[in-house]
């Protein structure tokens, strides 16, 4: 399938941090600038930097097989890596703790470190991560979800695929392989629809975590950026609408573009710059799909944001503002940004609204993740974290060298 990653964009906040780091040349100054950049709070950081220097420390021996088990992980066991630390990141109110690993480990990791009840409420959510991928996989294929790592076995993996699950939306530019357009505009537009709504950072991650173990389940692995806890994009850096947000909105906001455009700015957390870049044509199903102000060089360059069900309204109220107004070809949110932002941000004063730290799609966790197969984990994983991390079993066992 498709690694959606782009190479050529510019190094992330934490790829600069992690070169400042290895060359010795990290000071408090260059994590505070992160931190405010990325928009979380600086232990969180700290804590992040902290565990990669963990994973990375040399390995004071081998990691030894479980014995009398198969070789279940994403690589033979026997690795020359250490078993790092865990470390625990801030999430939201009702997830307060969550840990900073990946899928193979990330349930166990939980299970381990919480008490039974944080555990609980983060399970559940975790669960509706892989029921929520299991029902979309179902839908696309006919075919019945048995929750079992041999599922998908002899289908055609094409099947996965979402055939027409998202048609183009008209003035969008076809890629090369429209069959690729499709694997990776579904694909996002899957993991929109599966955080739209998250309450905070927690629930996002716990949910992700939950689709990454789903996709296992049939025989694919979702890949997500490496620094998924620290990352920018929906259900992270973003705000959730809720019906009183919406109402203070348009009670404040007698022009529809107007309120469209703040409304936009929160639930995704876009650039002043692609605002003005939306077409009233990005309309579609539940999402406005567009090209981006930097153009389309690829299928991932498309963006994709979905939009909250309050926010539905509101978009086509604008749209039928705008081309009443200024004809079918015009921008969706023009005339309501202003320069520098300054009118969205004057209409988000009046409503009592902070708009949140802007960050552009390229940057977003979203834009980085990717369906792999046939991909070496770069780390020995122990059968039972794993059978845990797909609910095939009831206890990962005690921790072990850490």
């Not at 390229?362 to 980085?368: E, L, N």
Request: aromatic letters at 6%; charged letters at 20%.
């Amino acid at each position: 399938m498709t690694e959606t990653s782009d190479s050529a964009l510019r190094p992330s906040v934490l790829d600069r941090l992690i070169r400042l780091d290895e060359s010795g040349k990290l000071s408090i100054d260059d994590v505070r600038a992160a931190a405010r950049k990325l928009g979380v709070p600086e232990q969180q950081v700290h804590q992040w930097l902290t565990g990669r220097q963990a994973q990375h420390a040399p390995a004071a021996g081998k990691a030894v097989p479980e014995p009398m088990t198969l070789k279940m992980g994403y690589r033979e066991a026997g690795g020359t890596a250490g078993i790092p630390e865990v470390t625990m990141t801030t999430g939201d109110d009702l997830l307060t703790c969550i840990p900073d690993s990946d899928v193979p480990t990330f349930r166990a990791d939980a299970y381990r470190s919480l008490t039974s009840e944080e555990f609980a409420r983060l399970d559940a959510v975790y669960a509706e991560g892989i029921d929520a991928t299991c029902r979309w996989l179902t839908a696309r294929t006919g075919r019945p979800c048995r929750h079992a790592t041999h599922s998908a076995a002899g289908h055609n993996a094409a099947d996965y695929l979402w055939d027409q699950y998202l048609q183009a939306p008209p003035g969008l530019p076809e890629a090369g392989n429209t069959g690729e357009q499709r694997e990776i505009l579904g694909l996002y537009r899957f993991l929109g629809e599966l955080v739209c709504g998250s309450p905070g950072r927690g629930h996002t991650i716990a949910r992700l975590r939950g689709a990454q173990a789903g996709f296992l389940l049939h025989g694919m692995r979702l890949d997500l950026p490496a620094d998924l806890n620290y990352s920018v994009g929906p259900g992270l850096t973003t705000e959730r609408i809720d019906d009183e947000l919406l109402e203070r909105i348009r009670a404040h906001t007698p022009n529809p573009v107007d309120a469209a455009a703040l409304a936009m700015v929160l639930c995704t957390g876009a650039t002043m710059v692609e605002l003005r870049s939306v077409p009233c044509t990005a309309i579609t199903r539940g999402a406005l799909v567009f090209t981006g102000p930097i153009g389309y060089g690829q299928a991932a360059d498309v963006y994709v944001w979905v939009v909250p069900p309050p926010v539905w309204e509101l978009l086509h109220a604008a749209r039928i503002y705008q081309e009443a107004h200024a004809g079918l070809t015009a921008k969706l949110f023009a005339g309501a940004i202003g320069g520098a932002g300054g009118r969205l941000r004057r209409t988000a004063a009046r409503c009592g609204i902070t708009v949140p730290h802007s960050h552009h799609w390229h940057h977003s966790w979203i834009r980085r993740a990717g369906l792999l197969r046939g991909v070496d984990q770069p780390e020995h994983v122990r059968n039972t974290d794993l059978l845990f991390a797909l609910r095939l079993c009831s206890n990962p066992g005690p921790a072990r060298g850490r």
